[in-house]
């Protein structure tokens, strides 16, 4: 696609429940980011692909949360028994190399958690 | 930890005004310091300033970077209606991993 394709778009769950949010990013982008952002903060690391090198998970706030990436492509964020503060707009971004630059950004996908 | 700082957090002007949004960071291994724009959801790019002194400029909208004393500013000049939105500041210094402020959320009036 043209550009970073996210979804689901908006995402209710209970609390305890497993989610699952996936992030196609621009064909060619090596780099991939995901990014938490809660209700009038700024965007929160989580974590980072960088073709088949090993991802940077420093940002991960809990074991509850993982992401994977197949084949250098689509990625998925996983977010197991999920609570209350999990509630916010993950986004997902990618960048031609993730050397420096810009990052391209998708619409984002809104969970909340009740 | 690599920390960045905007400020004002809000700021409400009218049609026509000029503004002047602040970033400082506070980051080791400087690379880049890049501003975007959020209107709704995604954020979009607008600056890369990787130099001290030099101004990047778009139409209305331009910035510069000042690498001795940790900061850059966005300005907004004529502002408008669409210029309504949030800028966040962000400062790439590991290896591609952006540390973001937690932007300053601009209201233009008609």
């Known amino acids: 696609g043209a550009g970073v394709s996210q979804s689901p778009s908006n995402k209710v769950t209970e609390k305890g429940k497993d989610v699952e949010l996936r992030c196609d990013p621009i064909s060619g982008h090596t780099a991939l980011y995901w990014y938490r952002q809660s209700l009038g903060q700024g965007l929160e690391f989580l974590i980072y692909?960088?073709?088949?090198?090993?991802?940077?998970k420093s940002g991960l706030p809990s074991d509850r949360f993982s992401a994977e990436r197949t084949g250098g492509s689509v990625s998925t964020l996983t977010i197991q028994r999920t609570q209350q503060e999990d509630s916010a707009v993950y986004l997902c971004?990618?960048?031609?190399?993730?050397?420096?630059?810009?990052?391209?950004f998708g619409e984002g996908s809104r969970l909340t958690v009740l | 930890e690599d920390k960045v700082v905007q400020s004002p957090l809000s700021l409400v002007v009218h049609e026509g005004d000029t503004v002047t949004l602040n970033c400082s960071y506070e980051v080791t291994n400087f690379r880049s310091l890049l501003w975007y724009k959020q209107e709704k959801k995604a954020p979009t790019f607008l600056f890369m300033l990787?130099?001290?002194?030099i101004e990047k400029k778009s139409g209305r909208l331009s910035s510069i970077l000042d690498k001795k004393e940790l900061f850059s500013i966005l300005n907004i000049t004529a502002t408008q209606t669409g210029d309504s939105a949030v800028y966040l500041c962000?400062?790439?210094?590991?290896?591609?991993?952006?540390?973001f402020g937690d932007g300053t959320t601009l209201t233009v009036k008609p």
């Open positions: 990787t130099s001290s002194g």
């Open positions: 962000a400062v790439d210094a590991n290896a591609g991993k952006s540390t």
């Open positions: 971004a990618s960048s031609p190399s993730g050397s420096t630059g810009e990052l391209f």
């Open positions: 692909f960088q073709g088949n090198s090993a991802p940077d």
